[in-house]
């Protein structure tokens, strides 16, 4: 019953913040990394941000001086602080975690996506 919910999207005008957050829940026993992609129409599924745990984290390079990716361990929770926005950071944005339930195996989920739209 691992669920992925994201929250946060929105509309914005360019130059604009947004702060998405993504909190799992379920029988969760070891979250190996949380990540945010995006997805813009007619596109693939690109990696934003990751964070791996430890204070680990790595960005696109579209995103660097931007973004920034945090977690909450205690709250299972990652979030992505988004600064000066751009019209071409409009996208769906989904979180993805590596993570356990019996503390062996490890697969990966998808939260639901929340649409990011830059415009004036």
């Known amino acids: 019953q691992v669920q992925l919910v994201e929250s946060g999207g929105g509309l914005v005008q360019p130059g604009g913040s947004l702060r998405l957050s993504c909190a799992a829940s379920?029988?969760?026993?070891?979250?190996?990394?949380m990540d945010w992609y995006r997805q813009a129409p007619g596109t693939q599924r690109d990696l934003v941000a990751a964070?791996?745990?430890?204070?680990?984290?790595n960005y696109a390079d579209s995103v660097k001086g931007r973004f920034t990716i945090s977690r909450d361990n205690a709250k299972n929770t990652v979030y992505l602080q988004m600064n000066s926005l751009k019209a071409e950071d409009t996208a769906v944005y989904y979180c993805?975690?590596?993570?356990?339930?019996?503390?062996?195996?490890?697969?990966?989920?998808w939260g639901q996506g929340t649409q990011v739209t830059v415009s004036s």
């Open positions: 993805n975690a590596i993570l356990s339930d019996d503390g062996k195996l490890f697969r990966s989920y």
């Open positions: 379920g029988s969760i026993v070891t979250i190996a990394r």
């Open positions: 964070s791996m745990g430890g204070g680990s984290t």
